[in-house]
């Protein structure tokens, strides 16, 4: 009986593993049908105002050219701060840490933070379960979104290093607004918080998680106003 119902455990749990993986991948598909029709619209939405110019230049309305100069002007300006560009994101090839990667950048620039991504060699597989990977890096992505959103001059960096074919090392680093009563050896005990009640279980989340994976640390400093988070990822 005791073999019967461990035996049944483990094919539940397979079961729900193999569930959680379906469920990423849709949504990751989702995702990057999304990234490619929004690229696709602004370089149609370009090409459409650039095929204007002719038209527009032959016409006897001054008001009507001033006015496309201006939408010109602006249109230019948003493309080149674009929100859909990375440098890097290229060079991640697992869809669902591409996406999740490209998600929280773009939130962090519409909030108004600075962002860096580095990522020069490609990635294209993690020495550990990408279900777990990705429930510890959404975490983190959003507290140093939620730290920074409010500083004037907020920055994140996210950085994926490959040292080899069987390591791996993340770093999530962002800025600390002066005065902040961060206690660095407690943010990841369950139920602390700066933020009020109701908040502080989703560090203590990633810590569970990472206890429970033998093959993945997780260490933390403070450097001159930076919060840095390192995640080391070795294939076992």
Same mark, same amino acid.
């Given at each position: 009986m005791f073999?019967?119902? @461990?035996?049944?455990?483990?094919?539940?749990?397979?079961?729900?593993?193999?569930?959680?993986?379906?469920?990423?991948?849709?949504?990751?598909?989702k995702l990057e049908t999304n990234y490619t029709y929004? @690229? =696709?619209? =602004?370089?149609?939405?370009?090409?459409?105002?650039l095929s204007l110019s002719?038209?527009?230049?032959?016409?006897?309305?001054?008001?009507?050219?001033?006015?496309?100069?201006?939408i010109v002007d602006q249109t230019q300006q948003i493309l080149e701060t674009d929100n859909l560009r990375f440098d890097g994101l290229e060079y991640i090839k697992i869809p669902a840490l591409r996406s999740l990667t490209y998600q929280k950048l773009v939130i962090a620039r519409q909030c108004g933070i600075?962002?860096?991504?580095? %990522?020069?060699?490609?990635?294209?597989?993690?020495?550990?379960?990408?279900? =777990?990977?990705?429930?510890?890096?959404?975490?983190?992505?959003? +507290? %140093?979104?939620?730290?920074?959103?409010?500083?004037? +001059?907020?920055?994140?960096?996210?950085?994926?290093?490959?040292?080899?074919?069987?390591?791996?090392?993340?770093?999530?680093?962002?800025?600390? %607004?002066?005065?902040? +009563?961060?206690?660095?050896?407690?943010?990841?005990?369950?139920g602390y918080t700066t933020k009020g009640n109701g908040h502080g279980t989703g560090l203590s989340t990633v810590k569970k998680i990472i206890d429970n994976t033998p093959n993945m640390t997780l260490e933390t400093k403070m450097l001159a106003g930076q919060y840095r988070i390192i995640i080391d990822l070795i294939k076992e």
């Open positions: 073999y019967f119902i @461990r035996s049944y455990q483990i094919i539940l749990k397979k079961r729900a593993e193999e569930k959680e993986k379906q469920t990423l991948a849709a949504y990751t598909e929004l @690229r =696709k619209f =602004k370089h149609d939405y370009q090409n459409i105002l002719e038209y527009i230049k032959q016409s006897n309305q001054p008001d009507l050219k001033s006015y496309y100069a201006q600075k962002t860096y991504l580095e %990522a020069r060699t490609d990635i294209t597989e993690t020495p550990i379960n990408i279900v =777990k990977l990705i429930r510890v890096l959404g975490i983190l992505f959003d +507290n %140093a979104i939620e730290e920074t959103q409010q500083q004037e +001059n907020g920055s994140i960096r996210i950085a994926y290093i490959k040292y080899n074919a069987t390591e791996l090392e993340i770093i999530i680093q962002n800025t600390v %607004a002066t005065g902040s +009563n961060v206690v660095i050896n407690k943010i990841f005990n369950d």
